[in-house]
């Protein structure tokens, strides 16, 4: 069993710049892929990037690409995404989720899923 506790969200004005963080526990983080999702309200989840166990490879959504950054730091089991020049349109509760696969990029089947932390984007 892996528990990941996402945090870092909030409320920031359209072109601002935001770091969310989750951490893991409960089983060896280094052996576990790493992805973020998104879903807005009336919306589906979707993928927005995801990094390998040991961050040699990332893949991202193509609408952050160049704006949001994946990584992780294997000594302190957390994964953040660096989330800059943000728009209304990134609005969403973001979670993490864990895979001991490296799932191709925009798969939704992880296996560990986090309860969410909420950015809101204003205008």
């Known amino acids: 069993q892996v528990q990941l506790v996402e945090s870092g969200g909030g409320l920031v004005q359209a072109g601002g710049s935001l770091r969310l963080s989750c951490a893991a526990s409960?089983?060896?983080?280094?052996?576990?892929?790493m992805g973020w999702f998104r879903q807005a309200p009336g919306k589906e989840r979707e993928f927005v990037a995801v990094?390998?166990?040991?961050?040699?490879?990332?893949c991202y959504k193509d609408s952050v690409k160049g704006r949001f950054t994946i990584s992780r730091d294997n000594a302190k089991n957390t994964v953040y995404l660096q989330m800059s020049d943000l728009k209304p349109e990134d609005t969403a509760v973001y979670y993490c989720?864990?895979?001991?696969?490296?799932?191709?990029?925009?798969?939704?089947?992880?296996?560990?899923w986090g309860q969410g932390t909420q950015v809101t984007v204003s205008s």
């Open positions: 989720a864990a895979d001991r696969r490296y799932n191709h990029c925009g798969a939704l089947g992880y296996t560990y």
């Open positions: 409960g089983d060896t983080f280094s052996r576990y892929a």
């Open positions: 990094i390998s166990w040991t961050g040699s490879s990332t």
